[in-house]
């Protein structure tokens, strides 16, 4: 799986828009771009996917560049309840037997919300 | 919708003691995971299951067994717990077609 790399962490103000980046300039054609997010003391969250395209849903939007080395998250409205750590993960889908299953979790970009 | 459930949410072990962490969802995916994430770092993957009867060893596999008897249930047990093995375990499960995984709340077990 390609490697990711995100800032160590970021401030963001109440009500703004919180853009997180991502680097993984040795993607594959084949591998998608994972966002979770962990909230303190909490299990990890899907927040959203996508592969070259850019995609939203409800709770964020994703921007991933043409030449899908990098990418990066919009919160677009942020609350203090999005002050979590979030994670960039890199991961090629594989069918049963294709190898080893799981997430590649990282150390993340702590995001703290200031009101 | 339960989701991804864990029990029990707080476990403390004294060394050499056995026990099973549980962990149930209700959401019928094929594939379930078991991860430990240790303070300061990301999270490192046990084992996983991609459906009943089928199980592999991931990142950190020593000191662990797991069973899949059922889809719904994936517990982990602790063979003979070592200080080392304090940490937050997190049980996920996701469709066969997506990396899309749904996370429990975490047990956090400490081995004295």
């Known amino acids: 799986d390609a490697k990711t790399t995100q800032p160590t962490s970021m401030d963001c103000a109440e009500g703004r828009a919180a853009n997180l980046p991502c680097n993984h300039s040795?993607?594959?054609?084949?591998?998608?771009v994972y966002w979770y997010r962990q909230i303190h003391s909490q299990g990890p969250q899907y927040i959203i996917h996508g592969l070259k395209n850019n995609e939203t849903n409800e709770m964020a939007s994703l921007i991933i560049t043409e030449d899908r080395k990098s990418s990066t998250l919009i919160l677009p409205h942020a609350t203090l309840r999005d002050t979590a750590v979030y994670y960039c993960?890199?991961?090629?889908?594989?069918?049963?037997?294709?190898?080893?299953?799981?997430?590649?979790f990282g150390k993340g970009t702590h995001l703290i919300i200031q009101p | 919708n339960a989701g991804v459930t864990q029990t029990p949410k707080f476990q403390v072990l004294k060394t050499g003691q056995s026990m099973t962490l549980q962990c149930a969802q209700d959401?019928?995916?094929?594939?379930m995971s078991w991860y430990r994430q240790d303070p300061g770092m990301g999270l490192r993957l046990i084992h996983y299951s991609v459906g009943a009867g089928i199980t592999d060893q991931g990142e950190v596999p020593n000191g662990y067994n797991v069973s899949r008897s059922t889809t719904e249930d994936f517990p982990l047990r602790l063979l003979s717990a070592a200080p080392s093995q304090t940490s937050v375990y997190f049980c996920a499960s996701r469709l066969q077609e997506t990396y899309e995984q749904y996370f429990g709340p975490g047990t956090r077990l400490t081995v004295t």
């Open positions: 959401m019928n995916h094929e594939y």
């Open positions: 040795t993607i594959s054609g084949n591998e998608y």
């Open positions: 993960i890199v991961r090629a889908f594989m069918y049963s037997g294709g190898g080893a299953d799981g997430l590649t």
